[in-house]
């Protein structure tokens, strides 16, 4: 099955791939490594989902603020592959900061929303390394951003 079919099968609708808001761009090819820029957290109608994990949202709203990031991230791959995404070989790298409170620990339990949503859509070309960090703070006040690092074929 390509990722496309999977993307049907799974009912998932990705967002539009947006352009940067500053002096950097959405994706950067380097030889057959496709980096994309951290991908803030935003719902299904495209609103920004911000605080604080620990205080404005619990850790299930933190799951679901990663998994906005991880669709995010996948339409930026979709864009940066012409549209097709049977270019993918794998997914390499997330890299997930979380905005949350001194108190919260549960960092890795929020990004796997993101694992989770590229592992369904990739299979075992999406099974990646990563990072869970804590942020005192994320841009425009979000809950989530997630940066990634694929292969391509």
């Given at each position: 099955?390509?990722?496309?079919?999977?993307?049907?099968?799974?009912?998932?609708?990705?967002?539009?791939a947006k352009a940067p808001v500053g002096n950097y761009?959405?994706?950067?090819?380097?030889?057959?490594?496709?980096?994309?820029?951290?991908?803030?957290?935003?719902?299904?109608?495209?609103?920004?989902?911000?605080?604080?994990?620990?205080?404005?949202?619990?850790?299930?709203?933190?799951?679901?603020?990663?998994?906005?990031?991880?669709?995010?991230?996948?339409?930026?791959?979709?864009?940066?592959?012409?549209?097709?995404?049977?270019?993918?070989?794998?997914?390499?790298?997330?890299?997930?900061?979380?905005?949350?409170?001194?108190?919260?620990?549960?960092?890795?339990?929020?990004?796997?929303?993101?694992?989770?949503?590229?592992?369904?859509?990739?299979?075992?070309?999406?099974?990646?390394?990563?990072?869970?960090?804590?942020a005192n703070s994320l841009p425009l006040g979000v809950?989530?951003?997630?940066?990634?690092?694929?292969?391509?074929?």
């Amino acid at each position: 099955m390509n990722y496309d079919d999977k993307l049907n099968e799974l009912k998932i609708n990705l967002p539009e791939a947006k352009a940067p808001v500053g002096n950097y761009v959405a994706t950067k090819v380097s030889g057959k490594m496709l980096f994309i820029s951290g991908q803030i957290s935003i719902d299904e109608t495209g609103q920004l989902i911000k605080g604080k994990i620990g205080k404005d949202l619990d850790t299930d709203a933190g799951y679901n603020a990663a998994k906005g990031c991880a669709l995010s991230i996948i339409a930026q791959v979709k864009k940066a592959c012409g549209n097709d995404l049977s270019k993918v070989k794998s997914c390499v790298k997330l890299t997930g900061f979380i905005n949350s409170t001194d108190e919260f620990i549960d960092q890795p339990k929020v990004l796997n929303g993101a694992s989770d949503l590229i592992a369904s859509v990739f299979g075992e070309a999406g099974m990646h390394t990563r990072a869970a960090v804590s942020a005192n703070s994320l841009p425009l006040g979000v809950s989530v951003e997630v940066d990634a690092i694929f292969e391509l074929k």
